[in-house]
Nanobody, 119 residues
Framework: QVQLVESGGGSVQAGGSLRLSCKFS????????LTWFRQSPGKEREGVAA???????SYADAVKGRFTVTRDNADKTLILQMNNLQPEDTALYYC?????????????RGQGTQVTVST
C-alpha cells in the first residue's frame, strides 16, 4: 500500500525559502508521476508542480521561476524547493501519486504540511 508523508513546512517571511519533502513507500516509485498540490481556505485546490517518471516537469503559472520540483528515486523522495515565497503561497501543501503518465491526480495523497508566509 502506497504511503506518502510530507515534511518541511513552517512559517517564513515574504521573500524567504522552504524545502518540502515527501517520503514515498509501498511500491516502486519509478512507476509514478508525483505531484504537489496546495489548498488554502476559500480557494480551490491547486496543482503546484508535477514530475513524471521520465523526470519531465510542469508547474503552475503562479510558481514558475520560484519553485523547483525534483525526485530522488533511490531515496524514494519528492522535493519541492520554494524560493521567494509570498503571502499568497500560504496553504496546506500535500504530495500525491498516480501511475505514470497520469499527473495531477490525487488517487494517492499524503496528509500535508502547512506553509505560512507573512509580510
Amino acid at each position: 500500500q502506497v504511503q506518502l508523508v510530507e515534511s518541511g513546512g513552517g512559517s517564513v517571511q515574504a521573500g524567504g525559502s522552504l524545502r518540502l519533502s515527501c517520503k514515498f513507500s509501498g511500491d516502486t516509485i519509478r512507476r509514478y508521476c508525483l505531484t504537489w498540490f496546495r489548498q488554502s481556505p476559500g480557494k480551490e485546490r491547486e496543482g503546484v508542480a508535477a514530475i513524471d517518471s521520465d523526470t519531465s516537469k510542469s508547474y503552475a503559472d503562479a510558481v514558475k521561476g520560484r519553485f523547483t520540483v525534483t525526485r530522488d528515486n533511490a531515496d524514494k523522495t519528492l522535493i519541492l524547493q520554494m524560493n521567494n515565497l509570498q503571502p499568497e503561497d500560504t496553504a496546506l501543501y500535500y504530495c500525491a501519486a498516480a501511475l505514470s503518465p497520469e499527473c495531477y491526480s490525487e488517487r494517492l495523497r499524503g496528509q500535508g504540511t502547512q506553509v505560512t508566509v507573512s509580510t
